[in-house]
């Protein structure tokens, strides 16, 4: 005859007990916690819930925060007539998606120009990087977050890339223009 159903010693762990219910071992189990100073010991259940919380397919590949979306930053070097040309991919929360577009932005202000062909396509690609940050600050505030997000740093005005291009650029084609200044 078998026992009556109630918790019983572990079969597979000495350590706790599993749930016989009169005819076979279940799978609930619970563990015996240290038995306090006065009083008898406290059963823990082992688990609490079956609904554990799933990573996001479509979170942020960073910090798993939604909601993000596939986000593409490009940018550009140019050294005299070679140039090169990096994309930046991938699926972002708002807070992520700034941080690459800081980072991508503030490389090409610095480094686009400086090629013949990167002084006509640099433009184009700073334009492309707005449009694209622009559509990601359009996600809504991140929530669900389980990693720390890309530290954002300071914004294009606290960089030196925008002051390299809104000063450094003008400066060099002046002294450029002078060096050939029909005399
Ligand atoms: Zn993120």
């Given at each position: 005859?078998?026992?009556?159903?109630?918790?019983?010693?572990?079969?597979?762990?000495?350590?706790?007990?599993?749930?016989?219910?009169?005819?076979?071992?279940?799978?609930?189990?619970?563990?015996?916690?240290?038995?306090?100073p006065?009083?008898?010991?406290?059963?823990?259940?082992?688990?609490?819930?079956?609904t554990?919380?799933?990573?996001?397919?479509?979170?942020?590949?960073?910090?798993?925060?939604?909601?993000?979306?596939?986000?593409?930053?490009?940018?550009?070097?140019?050294?005299?007539?070679?140039?090169?040309?990096?994309?930046?991919?991938?699926?972002?929360?708002?807070?992520?998606?700034?941080?690459?577009?800081?980072?991508a932005?503030?490389?090409?202000?610095?480094?686009?120009?400086?090629?013949?062909?990167?002084?006509?396509?640099?433009?184009?690609?700073?334009?492309?990087?707005?449009?694209?940050?622009?559509?990601?600050?359009?996600?809504?505030?991140?929530?669900?977050?389980?990693?720390?997000?890309?530290?954002k740093?300071?914004?294009?005005?606290?960089?030196?890339?925008?002051?390299?291009?809104?000063?450094?650029?003008?400066?060099?084609?002046?002294?450029?223009?002078?060096?050939?200044?029909?005399?």
């Amino acid at each position: 005859v078998a026992p009556p159903a109630g918790w019983y010693t572990d079969p597979s762990d000495s350590a706790g007990l599993r749930w016989w219910d009169g005819q076979q071992w279940t799978t609930a189990t619970r563990q015996l916690a240290p038995a306090p100073p006065t009083g008898p010991a406290i059963l823990v259940p082992t688990q609490t819930s079956t609904t554990a919380v799933r990573a996001d397919p479509h979170g942020c590949q960073v910090c798993g925060a939604g909601p993000a979306r596939a986000t593409k930053f490009r940018s550009v070097r140019g050294m005299i007539v070679l140039f090169v040309w990096r994309t930046h991919c991938g699926r972002w929360c708002r807070d992520c998606a700034e941080a690459k577009f800081r980072e991508a932005q503030n490389f090409t202000l610095a480094w686009g120009w400086w090629g013949f062909f990167t002084l006509f396509f640099t433009p184009v690609v700073v334009g492309m990087n707005l449009y694209e940050n622009s559509k990601a600050q359009g996600l809504a505030a991140p929530t669900n977050r389980r990693a720390a997000p890309l530290p954002k740093g300071g914004d294009l005005f606290h960089r030196p890339g925008i002051w390299i291009a809104l000063v450094g650029l003008p400066l060099a084609f002046i002294v450029f223009g002078l060096g050939h200044w029909p005399s």
